[in-house]
């Protein structure tokens, strides 16, 4: 199976689709190398959006697809109804390798469980009245990823020109 730009070219659905998946996730967090904690802290956007904030967001994200929704685990969120956007949030006691760590611990939970199910299995819809294929998820994690990826990117360059990553 060739590669470009860390992705597969040819192969099955599902490794073509988690290799876009894997290629994102490494994006962003190789667009914060080289940064200093308090970089990956500096609000860069009126929203307050930080490098670290939407690491620790995609960690949950990752938990609340593949855990809760496809594995049907039991989990816990550092947000409530109240505070819907505490993910997003890097509190004082969050240091920064607590987060990468639990972003890449929350990714190869995600691997675990994709390696145990079919594309085609269905899962509960969160919201919504239909029930959901693991597909859909997959492609689901890639547009999240890749649009916070884009995010990233851009919030990497107002801090200090780099652009690019290498993938």
Not at 58 to 87: H, K, N
Not at 111 to 117: A, C, S
Request: proline share 3%; hydrophobic share 35%; glycine share 8%.
């Amino acid at each position: 199976m060739r590669k470009r730009y860390g992705t597969p070219v040819a192969g099955t659905e599902k490794e073509v689709l988690t290799g876009f998946l894997d290629h994102y996730r490494a994006t962003i967090l190789a667009i914060c190398e080289g940064l200093s904690d308090e970089d990956l802290r500096r609000p860069m956007v009126p929203s307050g959006t930080t490098l670290l904030g939407m690491i620790k967001h995609l960690a949950y994200v990752e938990r609340g697809w593949f855990q809760e929704t496809i594995a049907g685990d039991q989990v816990e969120y550092p947000f409530d109804a109240d505070d819907p956007d505490a993910d997003l949030r890097i509190e004082r006691h969050d240091s920064t390798e607590e987060i990468l760590d639990l972003y890449r611990s929350e990714c190869s939970r995600s691997r675990r469980i994709i390696e145990t199910v079919s594309l085609d299995d269905l899962v509960k819809g969160e919201e919504r009245s239909a029930d959901y294929n693991v597909r859909w998820v997959i492609v689901h994690m890639i547009e999240e990823t890749a649009r916070h990826a884009g995010h990233a990117d851009i919030i990497r360059e107002q801090l200090d020109g780099s652009t690019g990553t290498g993938y």
